[in-house]
């Protein structure tokens, strides 16, 4: 590389300003949009890491087969005898079954429906630990709190799930019965942050049906068993358990890491059609640079006839012209990746306020480097046969060209 | 003299030829990925809610709140007792209204098993009604009659191999939640994935099998008048709230038509293609600044001529035409280039997508309105970039371009 030669692509990219700027222009959208989405993208695996590290390796859970969300489909569950037989099998450790309904709620004649969870004082720390809660305001559910309740984040906001905040030592009810309100949990972002959490006695007061009937077992396993070899054995003893024929089994057990890994995975699909949609106005900037170097090949055919007849080899015009494309791309996508730097932030912002924390932009360094690299690239490539043609002009051509 | 216009315009573009090539390409790029984004998302659309055309707009439907994260069937914090819809029936315009009932349960055949809901066909006079309404016929065998026992219809997509792995006719018999049962129709295709998939059973039957408790999944309502659906709604909502005692703004049911809970469902659609059209825009943006680029070049090349245009009597205005056409020219043939390879594009896609993934929802519909709204859209792409360089160009002093070199 020639400092010369930079300094006589840069000078002559500066004399056509509009064009090289609306060049500029044209490739930093395609960026902006491509950076903004994967900084989301990594964003959400960023979110998934530390949601699998909180609940942990070692989390495993058996879920009824029905149909609808957890808890919604009582003619499928997972009873009692059969939580007995799991806690038996040689590996797991923690066996704990939870209820799971949707209840109804109602503070101050507004009414609202969400998921009641209902759970074993004994099991409130592994508990807090699968779902990634802690308490905020107040305190948690003790033995015998049988008319107390604590709420998910959501509840101690206004006009959130409730036009009026909630605090503890609120009364409410639950299906009709006074529940006083003892605390609430941290955001886990989504759905879950309109959980409300019962003790399970309180629980099987409000359903006597469905006592010993639970939705959704978790355990965890012994450190000298893989998880997943530890779920396909509690899948097998279950199933003979229940006298079901493989493939026939009303219940399936999976690790979290498993599950997690699936919606990551889903995610990244509809990231990716996305990405590859931006992709196509790249593409339509590479033509324009393309066009812009034809152009500017063909405005200085005469200066290219110069150079050449006092020495300059095809493969210095080659680079002069590469150079001057891979530029334009370069000042596009590093200002495209600032741009979407400021429209990821503010996007990230405005999640963050709606309640979605999983929505929040990362920018990894191997992100910015790669969307310059990128677009710097997709220049460089596009000028490249506009640059190859001006390589092969002959010298008396050329500068004969008017 | 605008033809003449029009003749140099062409001209000058021809002469240009990469140009004027590269630039449409930019153009028609992007139309096409934007009109078989939209084709394909429209079809889409279409698709999912043609689904529930053959639900008249007299139908109301009354469910029991709390069931947001389930089907009908799901379990409610409080559930509509069965006994109300005889007195919904004496309602002011209702003309008849009946209980249906659903459940999850495992259906075996062929030694695989599946888990599914199963649902109610009412008795008595309401049996004809739903009858009708729904409009059920048999592909084989025949429709259940009210004496059956032990007996069931099955959707259409049970026909095929897809479900058990070996279709299942008239006469087969099944397990229901382990209980024998005979086969005694499979439905026509209906193209609606929750009729397709249904299992129908006589009312008394699925009571039998899952134990009656008293209460309903969807009381199902025919209006007499469908202009009078909200009174009607209104009514019906009156007279829950007094039934189950609660106040305005504290039901704890809902009374909704088929018809609202499509535009529900149709808003959200809406919502995904204009995401996914913004997107996809960028790149039209993208094609008209490769417009502005060219005209820029355009007029910055042809300064000479512009001055000698102007000296012998051209008028700004006349100027300005010319270069607005150069660029409306750039536009409508890169659009025009761009719809068909769009529709090809859509269609193309569509047809692989039911082919890899076999779902009849991955229709292509490109419509009328989207060929010319992306016609006239290109068109005025191109001369929106290209007002500015043309402005310019007519600005120019015939004394200044004519010097520039």
């Known amino acids: 590389m020639n400092l010369e030669e930079v300094s006589y692509s840069i000078k002559n990219l500066w004399e056509r300003r509009t064009r090289s700027v609306l060049t500029v222009l044209s490739i930093l959208m395609g960026i902006t949009a491509i950076f903004t989405l994967m900084s989301f993208g990594e964003g959400m695996k960023v979110y998934m890491d530390v949601l699998a590290d909180e609940v942990g390796a070692d989390k495993l859970f058996i879920q009824s087969k029905g149909i609808g969300a957890p808890g919604t489909d009582e003619n499928f569950y997972i009873s009692k005898d059969e939580i007995d037989f799991v806690d038996k099998i040689?590996?797991?450790?923690?066996?704990?079954?939870?209820?799971?309904?949707?209840?109804?709620?109602?503070?101050?004649k507004e009414l609202r429906y969400g998921y009641l969870l209902g759970f074993s004082p004994d099991d409130k720390e592994f508990m807090e630990e699968v779902f990634t809660v802690s308490t905020i305001k107040g305190r948690s559910l003790e033995n015998g709190d049988l008319n107390k309740i604590t709420l998910g984040y959501n509840y101690q906001l206004p006009k959130k799930v409730f036009d009026k905040p909630l605090a503890p030592g609120d009364k409410i009810q639950v299906n009709g019965n006074d529940f006083e309100v003892v605390g609430f949990y941290d955001e886990i972002g989504g759905p879950d942050d309109n959980n409300m959490y019962l003790l399970d006695e309180a629980f099987e007061i409000l359903y006597p049906e469905s006592k010993d009937k639970y939705a959704m077992v978790m355990l965890r396993s012994d450190k000298s068993i893989d998880p997943q070899d530890l779920a396909e054995k509690i899948e097998d003893k279950l199933r003979k358990y229940k006298g079901q024929d493989e493939g026939k089994e009303d219940f399936f057990v999976e690790t979290f890491a498993d599950a997690l890994e699936q919606f990551g995975i889903i995610i990244n699909v509809i990231n990716s059609v996305l990405i590859l949609i931006a992709l196509v106005s790249v593409i339509v900037a590479s033509v324009n640079i393309m066009n812009t170097m034809y152009t500017a090949v063909l405005e200085r055919t005469k200066e290219i006839g110069i150079m050449k007849a006092i020495g300059a080899r095809n493969s210095k015009i080659l680079f002069i012209f590469v150079f001057e494309s891979g530029f334009l791309g370069l000042v596009g996508g590093a200002l495209g990746v600032v741009l979407g730097y400021f429209i990821s932030s503010f996007g990230g912002s405005i999640a963050a306020m709606s309640g979605l924390p999983m929505l929040q932009p990362v920018f990894p360094p191997a992100l910015t480097i790669g969307c310059i690299l990128f677009a710097t690239t997709i220049g460089a490539v596009s000028g490249f046969f506009p640059a190859l043609q001006a390589s092969k002009l002959k010298p008396v051509d050329a500068l004969r060209y008017e | 003299m605008i033809s003449d216009n029009f003749k140099l315009a062409f001209?000058?573009?021809?002469?240009?030829?990469?140009?004027?090539?590269?630039?449409?390409?930019?153009?028609f790029i992007g139309i096409a990925s934007v009109v078989s984004l939209i084709g394909l998302g429209q079809g889409l659309r279409i698709a999912i809610t043609s689904q529930f055309d053959f639900l008249g707009t007299d139908i109301l439907s009354v469910q029991a709140s709390g069931n947001t994260f389930g089907p009908p069937s799901s379990s409610v914090p409080n559930a509509l007792s069965d006994d109300l819809v005889d007195k919904i029936e004496k309602i002011n315009g209702v003309e008849a209204s009946y209980n249906r009932y659903i459940a999850s349960g495992k259906l075996e055949f062929n030694d695989k098993q599946v888990i599914g809901l199963a649902a109610s066909i009412p008795m008595g006079e309401d049996r004809k009604l739903f009858e009708k309404m729904l409009n059920l016929k048999t592909q084989s065998g025949r429709m259940l009659k009210q004496e059956d026992n032990k007996r069931l219809v099955l959707g259409s997509s049970f026909s095929d191999d897809s479900i058990f792995g070996k279709s299942v006719n008239a006469g087969d018999k099944v397990l229901l939640n382990d209980v024998k049962f005979e086969v005694i129709g499979v439905l026509e295709k209906k193209g609606n994935f929750m009729i397709d998939g249904s299992v129908l059973l006589n009312e008394n039957t699925l009571l039998d099998?899952?134990?009656?408790?008293?209460?309903?999944?969807?009381?199902?309502?025919?209006?007499?008048?469908?202009?009078?659906?909200?009174?009607?709604?209104?009514?019906?909502?009156?007279?829950?709230?007094?039934?189950?005692?609660?106040?305005?703004?504290?039901?704890?049911?809902?009374?909704?038509?088929?018809?609202?809970?499509?535009?529900?469902?149709?808003?959200?659609?809406?919502?995904?293609?204009?995401?996914?059209?913004?997107?996809?825009?960028?790149?039209?943006?993208?094609?008209?600044?490769?417009?502005?680029?060219?005209?820029?070049?355009?007029?910055?090349?042809?300064?000479?001529?512009?001055?000698?245009?102007?000296?012998?009597?051209?008028?700004?205005?006349?100027?300005?035409?010319?270069?607005?056409?150069?660029?409306?020219?750039?536009?409508?043939?890169?659009?025009?280039?761009?719809?068909?390879?769009?529709?090809?594009?859509?269609?193309?896609?569509?047809?692989?997508?039911?082919?890899?993934?076999?779902?009849?929802?991955?229709?292509?519909?490109?419509?009328?309105?989207?060929?010319?709204?992306?016609?006239?859209?290109?068109?005025?792409?191109?001369?929106?970039?290209?007002?500015?360089?043309?402005?310019?160009?007519?600005?120019?002093?015939?004394?200044?371009?004519?010097?520039?070199?």
Do not use: H
């Not at chain 1, 079954?97 to 709620?105: A, N, P, S, T, V």
């Not at chain 2, 002469?15 to 004027?20: D, E, F, N, P």
């Open chain 1, 90 to 108: 040689k590996g797991t450790k923690d066996v704990n079954g939870f209820y799971m309904k949707i209840g109804e709620l109602k503070f101050k």
């Open chain 2, 11 to 27: 001209k000058n573009l021809s002469q240009r030829r990469l140009r004027s090539w590269l630039t449409m390409i930019g153009i």
């Open chain 2, 209 to 405: 099998l899952t134990g009656d408790d008293g209460t309903t999944d969807i009381i199902a309502v025919k209006v007499k008048d469908e202009k009078n659906i909200d009174k009607v709604k209104f009514d019906i909502e009156k007279f829950l709230r007094k039934e189950r005692d609660v106040k305005i703004g504290e039901e704890d049911f809902a009374v909704t038509s088929p018809q609202a809970m499509l535009e529900a469902l149709d808003s959200v659609l809406i919502g995904v293609n204009i995401f996914v059209f913004i997107i996809a825009a960028i790149s039209l943006l993208v094609g008209g600044i490769g417009i502005m680029n060219t005209m820029y070049t355009a007029v910055l090349e042809r300064t000479n001529e512009i001055g000698i245009m102007k000296a012998i009597g051209a008028t700004n205005s006349s100027i300005f035409l010319l270069f607005f056409i150069e660029s409306g020219f750039l536009g409508l043939v890169g659009g025009i280039i761009g719809i068909l390879l769009g529709v090809l594009l859509a269609y193309g896609m569509s047809a692989i997508g039911r082919i890899a993934l076999g779902s009849d929802l991955i229709q292509a519909s490109v419509p009328m309105s989207l060929i010319i709204g992306s016609l006239c859209f290109s068109f005025i792409l191109g001369t929106f970039f290209g007002v500015i360089p043309a402005y310019q160009a007519s600005k120019l002093q015939p004394v200044e371009a004519l010097r520039k070199k």
